[in-house]
């Protein structure tokens, strides 16, 4: 479960940019002292309920992606780890997956037109497949940023909601 040296549990840098000591931390997530020193030194796993009301009075979503990644054995296999970016960053990553779009799309259909793949078309197959899991990443960037705005008030929740809401009816 240990990270490589010199780096630091996400759950206790979370904690510290709060400014919270353990002790306030401990009693505002119901657990105690004990079990959230041993979270944050990596001597127990949090359970996924830990995680998410972690996630919830850090303000912090991102938390449960580094959880499911990192410490869930089916996540570690399936789910990729989505990193911390702002959103002028995720929308210049996105964008750039999104014009390679057009390009994957033409190679998929040529590898699945004969409904085969041999040899000579696993590379392109491989970059469609890694194209569109650097896309998946983006977009979940994108989510866990917009969740932390709507944590920290910079979006309504109300307004997000509604407008989400609509664009589904509209679709």
Known sequence: MAE????????????????????????KLGISDDKLERIENEKQMPNPQDVLIMS???????????????????GRRYVPRVPDSELPGIVLQLMASIYEMDDIGKILVRITADDQI?????????????????????????????????????????????????????R
């Open 56 to 74: 919830d009075v850090y303000q912090a979503p991102e938390l449960c992606n580094y959880y499911c990644s990192r410490d869930c054995e089916i």
């Open 4 to 27: 490589a040296k010199g780096s630091t549990n996400l759950y206790l840098a979370k904690r510290k940019a709060l400014g919270w000591s353990r002790e306030s931390a401990a009693e």
């Open 118 to 170: 041999d040899d000579s078309e696993v590379e392109n197959l491989a970059k469609a497949q890694y194209t569109l899991e650097r896309l998946s990443i983006m977009i979940e960037a994108l989510q866990l940023c917009v969740e932390r705005k709507i944590d920290r008030g910079e979006i309504s929740r109300k307004l997000y909601e509604a407008a989400y809401k609509k664009a589904e009816e509209t």
